[in-house]
């Protein structure tokens, strides 16, 4: 059965840092592209991160391009969203799911496959 499960969400001041990590079970998460995405209160979903299994490499939204990063532990079958001088904006839901792809020409991500049950990130002051 293949499950994502987000963690090391949390409320944190701006300019602060965080890793979200996202536990796959079921599946081999380097062999799929994996995205992040968030929710803010009363606005649609939107996407972080995309990074493809072909060569690892990563698409970044523009509101966090140069300050989220991710990586993977093959062995832990885990992947990583570094957030780093976090600001109120980045407040959400943030969940990982499988099989994402990007529309760059229009900034738009979107995920085929499996979703977790998200983690929340709260930055205030």
């Known amino acids: 059965q293949v499950q994502l499960v987000e963690s090391g969400g949390g409320l944190v001041q701006p300019g602060s840092s965080l890793r979200l990590s996202c536990a796959a079970s079921?599946?081999?998460?380097?062999?799929?592209?994996i995205g992040w995405f968030r929710q803010a209160p009363g606005k649609e979903r939107e996407g972080v991160s995309c990074?493809?299994?072909?060569?690892?490499?990563?698409y970044s939204a523009d509101s966090v391009n140069g300050r989220f990063t991710f990586s993977r532990d093959i062995g832990k079958n885990t992947v990583y969203l570094q957030m780093n001088s976090l600001k109120p904006e980045d407040t959400g839901v943030y969940y990982c799911?499988?099989?994402?792809?990007?529309?760059?020409?229009?900034?738009?991500?979107?995920?085929?496959?499996?979703w977790g049950q998200g983690t929340q990130v709260t930055v205030s002051s």
């Open positions: 799911a499988t099989d994402c792809s990007v529309l760059a020409d229009l900034g738009s991500f979107l995920a085929f496959g499996s």
């Open positions: 079921g599946f081999t998460a380097g062999y799929y592209a």
């Open positions: 990074t493809k299994s072909s060569d690892g490499s990563t």
